[in-house]
């Protein structure tokens, strides 16, 4: 049976509305591909755009083509056009929360974060002084006039001489600055990193129906700092959406330190739909959250692994089931008299006794079986049930 088929007769008989996630995991491109293809041509049918994190190392080119033969037209989400996500909201709690989050990424400590937060602090005053109306924001260009003491004692200067401060209020306005001025040469290094994902003038939502904008992720290799940021700008940047009018699709290699794929399920909410395609899914984190990151996906695929011990973790999602083994015994009358020519040809000389075991709850699908299925063939589970399902092309 065809996976889309199990689906779809699970959905009708439970009359399910909920849509479907889709968590790939194993080493066969055959089902790779197919499900990567009717991923792409569902989005494409209901005019959703992709966004498409590819983390693998190596890029697969079947891919991109079976997205380009749909329709699809690429995007480099990575080219400098598009600001993923401003990261320099710190007038409310949520955007104190993810840029707190930024810091983290780059080894700030909690009292080095609270430093740098009361300099965004003072240079947001600085702003509404000149605006009193209270809406400025920081800006790049903002940061980019206050990055000296020089700049910043101007702008305090053209205060005092509108009259907007007096002359005690300056020398305040000095102190705070001296206190706080270690931190922006500090962050300095950070918005060199952060400028190639934030100041593009084109957000997110300004794809087309007909899109797949590529973060190529993978292409960094070690570099883990660059990876996880651009994942977390990535999540912030979706999260702001008004209109869900796009499907998430992560390609991952199946190894390494993925903690940035991790947080972005996890910090991503019910209604993305969200999809994910890795050679391993078992290695992406620790044990105990594993369980909790394939309850995101409402379906699951799993074809042959090359690790025994993934197998035995797909072995141990499947379930038991009662299994009832049959028992023969044969006893055979060796005296001579028991073997007469037509004892031996009709069957008396011996005594055969047929039964059965108590049922035993034994593995659905053997790690050893799983481990060397063919081509073209995985489980499927859905909705609690798993079936066994085959690919050919």
């Avoid at 940035?260 to 994910?276: A, D, K, S, V």
């Avoid at 009662?322 to 023969?328: F, G, M, W």
């Avoid at 008299?337 to 069957?347: E, Q, T, Y």
Wanted: hydrophobic share 40%; net charge negative.
């Amino acid at each position: 049976m065809h996976y889309l088929m199990f689906i779809d007769r699970l959905k009708r008989r439970y009359e399910a509305s909920t849509p479907v996630r889709f968590l790939v995991s194993g080493a066969d491109h055959m089902i790779r591909h197919a499900v990567l293809r009717d991923i792409a041509a569902d989005c494409y049918r209901r005019g959703q755009s992709l966004f498409v994190v590819d983390d693998l190392e190596c890029t697969v080119p079947d891919d991109y083509g079976i997205l380009k033969s749909l329709g699809y037209r690429l995007v480099n989400g990575l080219d400098g056009s598009f600001c993923l996500y401003d990261p320099f909201q710190i007038n409310t709690l949520k955007g104190i929360s993810r840029f707190r989050q930024l810091l983290e990424i780059f080894g700030y400590d909690e009292k080095q974060k609270a430093k740098i937060l009361s300099y965004f602090r003072f240079l947001l005053y600085l702003e509404n002084l000149e605006d009193p109306s209270g809406k400025r924001v920081i800006t790049i260009d903002s940061l980019a006039h206050s990055n000296s003491v020089m700049a910043v004692e101007q702008k305090i200067q053209g205060l005092l001489d509108s009259g907007v401060i007096n002359p005690s209020q300056q020398i305040s306005l000095l102190a705070k600055y001296t206190e706080c001025s270690s931190a922006a040469a500090d962050f300095e290094d950070i918005l060199l990193q952060l400028l190639p994902f934030i100041q593009g003038n084109k957000a997110l939502t300004e794809t087309s129906a007909r899109d797949f904008v590529l973060f190529r992720t993978g292409e960094l290799g070690q570099d883990e700092t660059t990876r996880k940021l651009i994942l977390l700008l990535l999540q912030a940047g979706i999260l702001e959406t008004d209109r869900i009018n796009f499907t998430v699709l992560i390609l991952d290699r199946g190894y390494g330190n993925r903690e940035g794929i991790c947080r972005l399920i996890e910090g991503l909410p019910q209604n993305i739909n969200i999809h994910i395609i890795s050679d391993d899914i078992f290695t992406i984190c620790e044990s105990s959250r594993i369980a909790l990151l394939l309850n995101r996906f409402t379906a699951r695929i799993y074809s042959r692994h090359c690790a025994m011990g993934s197998c035995r973790e797909v072995e141990s999602i499947c379930g038991d089931i009662d299994v009832i083994h049959r028992t023969y015994t044969e006893t055979r009358d060796r005296r001579w008299r028991a073997n007469s020519p037509l004892d031996i040809l009709l069957g008396n000389n011996k005594t055969e006794i047929y039964g059965s075991t108590a049922p035993v709850r034994e593995p659905r699908y053997r790690k050893e079986v799983i481990s060397n299925f063919d081509e073209g063939t995985g489980i499927i589970d859905f909705m609690g049930q798993t079936s066994l399902f085959s690919i050919r092309i």
